[in-house]
Structures are given as C-alpha cells and as structure tokens.
C-alpha cells in the first residue's frame, strides 16, 4: 500500500511529480467540487458573488497547496521560528487594528484577502514545536525546562486568540 519515498532534495521536478499522494489530492478536489455546488446553489442556481469569490479562492489555494509541496521539508524545518514569530506579530497587529464583526476581532483585510492569523497558528505551533523537539534527546524530553518552553510557546498565541475571542481555536492551538 505504501511505497519508499525519497526524502533527498536531489530528486528531480518529475519525480516529486510522480511522489505526489494522488489519493489526497483527489479528496481535496472531490470535496472541492462539492463545496462548489453547494455555494453555487445557495446563490440560487446562478454564479453570483459569492460563487465566484468561493471558486477563485478554491483555484488560488489549491494551487499554493500544490507548490506548498514541492518545497523541501529542511525549507519548514529551518524557517518555523521564524513563521512562529511573523504568526504572533500577526496576532498583535490583529488585536490593535483587525477588523471587528460580529463582536470579534479576528481578521486582517489584506484587501485581496481577509486573513485569520489565529488560523494560521495552528499550523506555525505544530513547526515550531517539531523543530523544538527534533533537537531534545529522549532522557531530557520530561525535564522542567523542556516542558515549560514549549507550554509558553503554546500559552502566548493562545492568550491573543482568546482576546479575540475565540475559544474553540484556543482549544485547538491548546490541543497541540
């Protein structure tokens, strides 16, 4: 079912082609397309607004998905502070000037894009805390320190994104 996978970054653009996990990318276009004629049928069986803003942004992120994964895992590896980093920024910059709807102040507009920082943290925790952990031995993973940094890594963005609020992301960054 599984089969060797090279890691190198010597390999070349057609093979990381063929490497490609085909069975997820047609999941991901599957509920794709059935997202799609969902929105499509709530603007009552015409492309409205809200069909076509959905169906540019379904075709911008796949493909960012797709070039996403051409990039080498050392890529993510090395810069994952750094995102960690930028992400908080974020979350300041949300808390003092993002946009308020609905009693929350979660968004950024970026005016081609309205972006939720705090979704983004969910993916900056999970690299910063693999790259944090990658370098611990085994024997030092259960001492004080090597607990403590990682549970202030974590309670940071959770204290911005609660200010937002938003429990149920609190909960999912907590989670990690």
Request: with cysteine.
């Amino acid at each position: 079912m599984y089969h060797y996978r090279r890691l190198n970054s010597d390999i070349s653009f057609f093979q990381k082609i063929k490497n490609l996990d085909y069975i997820l990318i047609i999941c991901i276009l599957a509920l794709s397309t059935l997202s799609f004629f969902i929105m499509y049928s709530t603007d009552g069986g015409e492309f409205l607004h809200h069909t076509k803003s959905h169906s540019t942004k379904l075709i911008a992120f796949f493909v960012l998905m797709l070039v996403i994964s051409f990039f080498n895992i050392k890529f993510w590896h090395q810069c994952s502070y750094f995102l960690y980093g930028i992400i908080i920024l974020l979350l300041i910059w949300v808390s003092i000037y993002g946009i308020k709807a609905s009693g929350s102040q979660r968004w950024i507009n970026l005016y081609f894009l309205v972006l939720q920082p705090s979704e983004l943290m969910k993916i900056g925790i999970i690299l910063c805390l693999a790259k944090y952990y990658h370098r611990l031995s085994s024997e030092k993973v259960n001492s004080f320190v090597n607990i403590s940094i990682p549970l202030t890594l974590i309670i940071i963005p959770i204290i911005f994104v609660l200010s937002q609020p938003d429990l149920g992301t609190s909960i999912l960054i907590a989670s990690s």
